[in-house]
Protein backbone atom coordinates (compact mmCIF):
# COMPACT_ATOMS: atom_id res chain seq x y z
CA UNK A 1 0.00 0.00 0.00
CA UNK A 2 1.42 3.63 -0.96
CA UNK A 3 0.75 6.44 0.97
CA UNK A 4 1.06 8.71 -1.50
CA UNK A 5 -2.67 10.40 -2.85
CA UNK A 6 -2.96 9.59 -6.19
CA UNK A 7 -5.58 10.93 -8.04
CA UNK A 8 -8.33 8.17 -8.23
CA UNK A 9 -9.20 6.59 -11.20
CA UNK A 10 -12.99 6.60 -12.41
CA UNK A 11 -14.47 4.27 -14.62
CA UNK A 12 -18.13 3.52 -16.17
CA UNK A 13 -19.06 0.91 -18.43
CA UNK A 14 -22.89 1.92 -19.08
CA UNK A 15 -24.84 -1.46 -19.30
CA UNK A 16 -27.03 -0.41 -22.27
CA UNK A 17 -23.84 0.81 -24.69
CA UNK A 18 -21.01 -1.06 -25.85
CA UNK A 19 -18.57 1.94 -24.02
CA UNK A 20 -16.38 2.16 -21.11
CA UNK A 21 -15.14 5.70 -20.18
CA UNK A 22 -12.38 6.23 -17.97
CA UNK A 23 -11.00 9.80 -16.40
CA UNK A 24 -7.68 10.35 -14.43
CA UNK A 25 -6.03 13.14 -13.59
CA UNK A 26 -2.34 14.29 -13.55
CA UNK A 27 -0.14 16.01 -11.48
CA UNK A 28 1.92 17.24 -14.65
CA UNK A 29 1.69 19.64 -17.56
CA UNK A 30 -0.53 18.59 -20.35
CA UNK A 31 2.11 18.56 -22.82
CA UNK A 32 4.05 15.98 -20.70
CA UNK A 33 1.02 13.68 -20.89
CA UNK A 34 0.89 14.14 -24.37
CA UNK A 35 4.35 13.37 -24.99
CA UNK A 36 4.15 10.44 -22.71
CA UNK A 37 1.31 8.75 -25.33
CA UNK A 38 2.98 9.82 -28.54
CA UNK A 39 6.80 9.11 -28.03
CA UNK A 40 7.55 5.06 -27.96
CA UNK A 41 10.28 5.19 -25.58
CA UNK A 42 8.00 6.59 -22.89
CA UNK A 43 4.57 5.34 -23.79
CA UNK A 44 6.76 1.65 -23.38
CA UNK A 45 7.35 2.34 -19.57
CA UNK A 46 3.90 2.61 -18.55
CA UNK A 47 1.07 1.07 -20.93
CA UNK A 48 0.23 -2.66 -20.17
CA UNK A 49 0.33 -4.75 -17.26
CA UNK A 50 3.64 -4.58 -15.22
CA UNK A 51 4.20 -8.01 -15.32
CA UNK A 52 4.63 -8.15 -19.28
CA UNK A 53 7.63 -6.30 -21.36
CA UNK A 54 6.56 -3.62 -24.03
CA UNK A 55 8.10 -4.49 -26.93
CA UNK A 56 6.69 -1.62 -29.76
CA UNK A 57 7.32 -2.76 -33.23
CA UNK A 58 5.85 0.32 -34.54
CA UNK A 59 4.62 3.69 -33.09
CA UNK A 60 3.95 6.44 -35.38
CA UNK A 61 1.44 8.68 -33.45
CA UNK A 62 0.32 10.72 -36.07
CA UNK A 63 -2.54 12.07 -37.87
CA UNK A 64 -3.19 8.59 -40.59
CA UNK A 65 -0.14 6.57 -38.59
CA UNK A 66 -0.47 3.56 -36.54
CA UNK A 67 1.04 1.21 -34.45
CA UNK A 68 1.95 -2.38 -33.00
CA UNK A 69 3.24 -3.85 -30.10
CA UNK A 70 4.01 -6.97 -28.29
CA UNK A 71 3.78 -7.67 -24.43
CA UNK A 72 6.21 -10.22 -23.69
CA UNK A 73 5.90 -12.80 -20.49
CA UNK A 74 8.15 -15.54 -21.03
CA UNK A 75 6.96 -17.80 -24.12
CA UNK A 76 3.50 -15.76 -23.57
CA UNK A 77 3.12 -13.12 -26.49
CA UNK A 78 -0.09 -10.66 -26.71
CA UNK A 79 0.24 -8.32 -30.03
CA UNK A 80 -1.61 -5.17 -30.36
CA UNK A 81 -1.68 -2.89 -33.01
CA UNK A 82 -4.46 -0.16 -34.22
CA UNK A 83 -4.41 3.12 -37.01
CA UNK A 84 -4.03 6.89 -35.62
CA UNK A 85 -6.93 8.34 -37.22
CA UNK A 86 -6.25 11.85 -35.74
CA UNK A 87 -3.62 13.00 -32.96
CA UNK A 88 -3.57 16.49 -32.09
CA UNK A 89 -0.79 17.61 -29.90
CA UNK A 90 -1.70 18.35 -26.59
CA UNK A 91 -5.73 17.94 -27.42
CA UNK A 92 -6.63 14.44 -28.70
CA UNK A 93 -5.87 11.31 -29.84
CA UNK A 94 -7.90 9.04 -31.91
CA UNK A 95 -7.27 5.84 -32.53
CA UNK A 96 -7.99 2.35 -32.98
CA UNK A 97 -7.24 -0.96 -30.99
CA UNK A 98 -7.02 -4.71 -31.48
CA UNK A 99 -5.78 -7.30 -29.75
CA UNK A 100 -4.46 -10.14 -32.38
CA UNK A 101 -5.74 -12.94 -30.61
CA UNK A 102 -9.18 -11.75 -31.51
CA UNK A 103 -9.15 -9.32 -34.89
CA UNK A 104 -12.50 -9.49 -35.25
CA UNK A 105 -12.88 -7.11 -32.46
CA UNK A 106 -11.95 -3.60 -33.14
CA UNK A 107 -12.59 -0.68 -30.30
CA UNK A 108 -12.37 2.81 -31.40
CA UNK A 109 -10.45 4.89 -29.03
CA UNK A 110 -10.72 8.24 -27.81
CA UNK A 111 -8.11 10.30 -26.01
CA UNK A 112 -9.02 13.53 -24.60
CA UNK A 113 -6.24 16.04 -22.40
CA UNK A 114 -7.33 19.06 -21.13
CA UNK A 115 -5.34 21.79 -19.18
CA UNK A 116 -6.78 21.50 -15.75
CA UNK A 117 -4.10 25.07 -15.01
CA UNK A 118 -1.46 24.75 -12.42
CA UNK A 119 0.48 22.30 -13.63
CA UNK A 120 -2.50 19.18 -13.84
CA UNK A 121 -4.23 17.72 -16.49
CA UNK A 122 -6.96 15.57 -16.68
CA UNK A 123 -7.34 12.23 -18.82
CA UNK A 124 -10.49 11.17 -20.57
CA UNK A 125 -10.51 8.02 -22.45
CA UNK A 126 -13.86 7.02 -24.40
CA UNK A 127 -13.41 3.37 -25.80
CA UNK A 128 -16.25 2.01 -27.93
CA UNK A 129 -17.00 -1.36 -28.87
CA UNK A 130 -19.27 -2.82 -31.79
CA UNK A 131 -21.13 -4.93 -29.12
CA UNK A 132 -21.36 -5.07 -25.46
CA UNK A 133 -20.22 -8.50 -25.96
CA UNK A 134 -17.28 -7.45 -27.26
CA UNK A 135 -16.98 -4.76 -24.88
CA UNK A 136 -17.25 -7.71 -21.58
CA UNK A 137 -14.82 -9.72 -23.28
CA UNK A 138 -12.88 -6.97 -23.32
CA UNK A 139 -12.56 -6.04 -19.80
CA UNK A 140 -12.54 -9.94 -19.01
CA UNK A 141 -9.09 -10.44 -20.91
CA UNK A 142 -7.69 -7.22 -20.11
CA UNK A 143 -8.16 -7.91 -16.44
CA UNK A 144 -7.15 -11.43 -16.67
CA UNK A 145 -3.42 -10.38 -18.01
CA UNK A 146 -3.35 -6.79 -16.22
CA UNK A 147 -3.82 -8.18 -12.65
CA UNK A 148 -1.85 -11.33 -12.51
CA UNK A 149 0.09 -10.15 -10.27
CA UNK A 150 -1.34 -9.56 -6.63
CA UNK A 151 -4.36 -11.39 -7.43
CA UNK A 152 -5.12 -12.93 -4.17
CA UNK A 153 -4.62 -9.75 -2.31
CA UNK A 154 -7.18 -8.18 -5.23
CA UNK A 155 -9.60 -11.10 -4.28
CA UNK A 156 -9.54 -10.48 -0.56
CA UNK A 157 -9.79 -6.92 -1.13
CA UNK A 158 -13.36 -7.54 -3.05
CA UNK A 159 -14.56 -10.26 -1.21
CA UNK B 1 -12.59 -18.85 -13.61
CA UNK B 2 -12.43 -14.80 -13.43
CA UNK B 3 -15.55 -14.77 -14.72
CA UNK B 4 -18.62 -16.87 -12.87
CA UNK B 5 -21.37 -18.20 -14.49
CA UNK B 6 -24.05 -16.08 -13.23
CA UNK B 7 -21.97 -12.91 -14.22
CA UNK B 8 -22.14 -14.02 -17.92
CA UNK B 9 -25.74 -14.78 -17.50
CA UNK B 10 -26.44 -11.28 -16.15
CA UNK B 11 -24.65 -9.19 -19.35
CA UNK B 12 -26.13 -11.88 -21.88
CA UNK B 13 -29.41 -10.75 -20.38
CA UNK B 14 -28.55 -7.02 -20.51
CA UNK B 15 -26.90 -7.53 -23.84
CA UNK B 16 -30.95 -7.21 -25.28
CA UNK B 17 -32.13 -3.56 -25.56
CA UNK B 18 -35.85 -4.41 -25.03
CA UNK B 19 -34.68 -6.35 -21.74
CA UNK B 20 -32.45 -3.38 -20.75
CA UNK B 21 -35.15 -1.57 -21.41
CA UNK B 22 -37.56 -3.77 -18.85
CA UNK B 23 -34.76 -3.29 -16.29
CA UNK B 24 -34.59 0.06 -16.55
CA UNK B 25 -38.42 0.24 -15.90
CA UNK B 26 -38.08 -1.91 -13.05
CA UNK B 27 -35.44 0.20 -11.30
CA UNK B 28 -38.59 2.50 -10.74
CA UNK B 29 -40.74 0.33 -9.94
CA UNK B 30 -42.06 -3.56 -10.08
CA UNK B 31 -44.66 -3.94 -12.49
CA UNK B 32 -46.47 -7.07 -13.91
CA UNK B 33 -46.19 -9.20 -17.46
CA UNK B 34 -48.90 -7.07 -19.04
CA UNK B 35 -47.61 -3.52 -18.05
CA UNK B 36 -44.32 -4.95 -19.20
CA UNK B 37 -45.28 -5.91 -22.59
CA UNK B 38 -47.34 -2.80 -22.79
CA UNK B 39 -45.11 0.25 -25.18
CA UNK B 40 -43.36 -3.08 -27.07
CA UNK B 41 -44.95 -3.96 -30.61
CA UNK B 42 -44.08 -7.75 -29.13
CA UNK B 43 -46.85 -10.46 -27.56
CA UNK B 44 -47.06 -11.19 -23.75
CA UNK B 45 -45.50 -14.44 -24.53
CA UNK B 46 -42.28 -12.61 -25.90
CA UNK B 47 -42.24 -10.36 -22.96
CA UNK B 48 -42.62 -13.71 -20.90
CA UNK B 49 -39.46 -14.89 -22.47
CA UNK B 50 -37.21 -12.14 -21.70
CA UNK B 51 -38.84 -12.27 -18.49
CA UNK B 52 -37.27 -15.42 -18.01
CA UNK B 53 -34.05 -14.79 -19.27
CA UNK B 54 -33.78 -11.73 -16.33
CA UNK B 55 -35.24 -14.37 -14.11
CA UNK B 56 -32.42 -17.19 -15.07
CA UNK B 57 -29.72 -14.35 -14.40
CA UNK B 58 -31.42 -13.41 -11.24
CA UNK B 59 -32.10 -9.98 -12.11
CA UNK B 60 -35.62 -10.21 -11.12
CA UNK B 61 -37.94 -12.07 -9.16
CA UNK B 62 -41.70 -12.64 -9.08
CA UNK B 63 -43.51 -13.03 -6.29
CA UNK B 64 -47.68 -14.08 -5.88
CA UNK B 65 -49.30 -11.12 -4.51
CA UNK B 66 -52.70 -11.57 -4.85
CA UNK B 67 -54.03 -11.74 -8.03
CA UNK B 68 -50.75 -10.07 -9.41
CA UNK B 69 -47.55 -11.42 -9.42
CA UNK B 70 -45.19 -8.41 -10.12
CA UNK B 71 -41.83 -8.69 -11.52
CA UNK B 72 -39.14 -7.23 -8.91
CA UNK B 73 -35.71 -5.63 -9.54
CA UNK B 74 -33.06 -7.77 -7.67
CA UNK B 75 -30.53 -4.98 -7.28
CA UNK B 76 -27.70 -6.50 -5.59
CA UNK B 77 -27.14 -8.66 -8.39
CA UNK B 78 -25.66 -5.62 -10.06
CA UNK B 79 -22.98 -5.77 -7.09
CA UNK B 80 -20.94 -8.86 -9.02
CA UNK B 81 -21.05 -6.21 -12.39
CA UNK B 82 -19.52 -3.39 -9.79
CA UNK B 83 -17.05 -6.00 -8.74
CA UNK B 84 -15.77 -6.62 -11.92
CA UNK B 85 -15.86 -3.32 -13.46
CA UNK B 86 -13.40 -2.33 -9.88
CA UNK B 87 -11.38 -4.87 -10.91
CA UNK B 88 -10.68 -3.25 -14.30
CA UNK B 89 -10.35 -0.02 -12.72
CA UNK B 90 -7.86 -0.95 -10.63
CA UNK B 91 -5.96 -2.35 -13.53
CA UNK B 92 -6.24 1.18 -15.41
CA UNK B 93 -5.37 2.62 -12.06
CA UNK B 94 -1.96 0.46 -11.66
CA UNK B 95 -1.20 1.43 -15.61
CA UNK B 96 -1.62 5.37 -14.37
CA UNK B 97 0.70 5.25 -11.49
CA UNK B 98 3.30 4.21 -13.63
CA UNK B 99 2.62 6.80 -15.87
CA UNK B 100 2.84 9.24 -12.89
CA UNK B 101 6.24 7.56 -12.24
CA UNK B 102 7.46 8.63 -16.08
CA UNK B 103 5.84 12.42 -16.01
CA UNK B 104 7.34 12.50 -12.57
CA UNK B 105 10.76 11.50 -14.46
CA UNK B 106 10.08 13.88 -17.70
CA UNK B 107 9.90 16.39 -14.64
CA UNK B 108 12.92 15.94 -13.19
CA UNK B 109 15.19 15.26 -16.45
CA UNK B 110 13.29 17.10 -19.00
CA UNK B 111 16.40 17.65 -21.16
CA UNK B 112 17.34 14.09 -21.14
CA UNK B 113 14.13 12.54 -21.72
CA UNK B 114 13.61 14.56 -25.00
CA UNK B 115 17.09 13.35 -26.24
CA UNK B 116 15.86 9.61 -25.20
CA UNK B 117 12.48 10.40 -27.36
CA UNK B 118 14.40 11.97 -30.33
CA UNK B 119 17.09 8.99 -30.49
CA UNK B 120 15.03 6.62 -31.85
Known amino acids: MSTTTHPET ?22 AVFRAHVEPELVAKWLGPRSLTMLVDRWDATTGGGYRYTHVRGDEQYRFYGSFHEVRPNE ?3 QTFTFEGFPDGVSLETVTFTDLGGGRTRLDVLSVFETTEVRDAAMASGMET ?14 | MVVDDQ ?3 VFSALADP ?3 DMVARLA ?36 KQAQRRPVHLEAEVFDLMTKWIERYRQEAEQR ?3 LDAVLAEMAQAPEQ ?7 S
Open chain 2, 18 to 20: IRR
Open chain 2, 28 to 63: VADATVNELAEPYSVTVQAVSKHLKVLEDAGLVSRR
Open chain 1, 92 to 94: RIV
Open chain 2, 96 to 98: YQR
Open chain 1, 146 to 159: GVVEGYEQLDELLA
Open chain 1, 10 to 31: TISADPALPTIRITREFDAPVD
Open chain 2, 113 to 119: TRAEGEA
Open chain 2, 7 to 9: LSR
